[in-house]
């Protein structure tokens, strides 16, 4: 009877301990990973232990900062079938630091976790210090780019600029920089534009590069046409005596901001035929919207005449870049 009792007790021991063996609560072990780079992957690994059964699910929960909602990503052994498990929160999901914990149920249901962890996300971000940038055709413009450092990003950022019209190109000083974490650098971006370049406001995009990690800044730049001007001469047609002089009115007129310093000339006259203007060697300066000056035409009474047909007159206006010309008659009668 004593045997009986001795085996009954043992029997019930061995039962309870092989019941608390297999409702021993699940295990994980992690190495936690701390840091990432914006847009691109997070790969994460455990080693997960079902106590004393096997393991029926392994799960990643992760919260992106900025999205504030939680997701979560069933955790898979590698194709060899061995631990760790394996999980990847993919970089088109990494916009912003991440929390996040893991998960491990056994076949009883029973579960464990770890605690949660901070992924802090590396990126940047930047800005030019005006919105938007105005030029004439064959002028230039600058701005200042800033690019500032999140989470500690301390890596080499490319600069460039796409939207833009045929004729104006961007340039950087210096092309590439490296801001220091959680910091700001700057770069001086210029607009240059040739004379062709079209007139009109287009929208571009400034864009600073790292790797995959790119971020972009949207940018208006307007053109304008190139500064100019124009010539015209009042009357288009004198008739004078010899021995007499004619008087022409000379308008130039600025156009699109134009600012110089303009020589004028006269061709076409023959000998015996002289011609002035009223400023000092023929030259004047243009800062406004129009300046008139006279042309007086002399001749003198062994002039050439010229009836049918009239004398022609160039008058040519030019700053040693742009040139500009009007056509005048002149009759000198006997």
Request: overall charge neutral; charged content about 5%.
């Amino acid at each position: 009877m004593l045997l009986v009792i001795l085996f009954a007790g043992l029997l019930l021991t061995s039962t309870a301990l092989v019941i608390l063996f297999i409702y021993r609560p699940p295990s994980i072990t992690h190495t936690p990973v701390t840091t990432g780079l914006a847009n691109s992957p997070v790969n994460l690994n455990a080693t997960a232990f079902g106590g004393g059964i096997w393991v029926q699910d392994v799960t990643l929960h992760y919260n992106v900062v900025d999205k504030g909602v939680w997701k979560t990503k069933e955790m898979t052994l590698p194709p060899t079938g061995f631990q760790p498990y394996l999980a990847v929160i993919p970089g088109n999901e990494v916009t912003a630091s991440i929390t996040y914990y893991i998960e491990v149920v056994n076949a009883l249901g029973l579960s464990a976790n770890t605690i949660a962890y901070f992924v802090l996300v590396r990126d940047f971000n930047i800005t030019s210090q005006i919105p938007s940038l105005v030029l004439s055709a064959g002028t230039s413009n600058s701005t200042t780019v800033v690019v500032g450092s999140e989470g500690g990003f301390t890596s080499i950022v490319t600069l460039s600029m796409t939207g833009l019209p045929s004729g104006v190109s961007a340039s950087f000083n210096p092309p590439s920089v490296t801001p220091p974490a959680n910091g700001v650098v700057s770069s001086i971006m210029t607009l240059s534009s040739t004379t062709s370049a079209p007139a009109g406001t287009y929208t571009t995009s400034l864009t600073g590069t790292f790797g995959n990690l790119t971020h972009s800044r949207t940018m208006s730049v307007k053109v304008n046409p190139p500064p100019d001007f124009e010539i015209s001469l009042s009357p288009s047609s004198r008739d004078i005596r010899r021995g007499a002089a004619a008087f022409y009115t000379v308008t130039l007129t600025a156009k699109n901001g134009y600012v110089g310093g303009i020589t004028l000339s006269v061709s076409g006259l023959p000998n015996g035929i002289k011609y002035t203007f009223t400023t000092f060697q023929n030259k004047t300066g243009l800062a406004g919207t129009f300046q008139n000056v006279t042309l007086m035409v002399s001749t003198n009474l062994l002039s050439p005449l010229a009836i049918t047909p009239p004398f022609t007159m160039t008058v040519t206006a030019t700053d040693g870049v742009i040139t500009h010309t009007a056509v005048v008659t002149l009759t000198v009668r006997p």
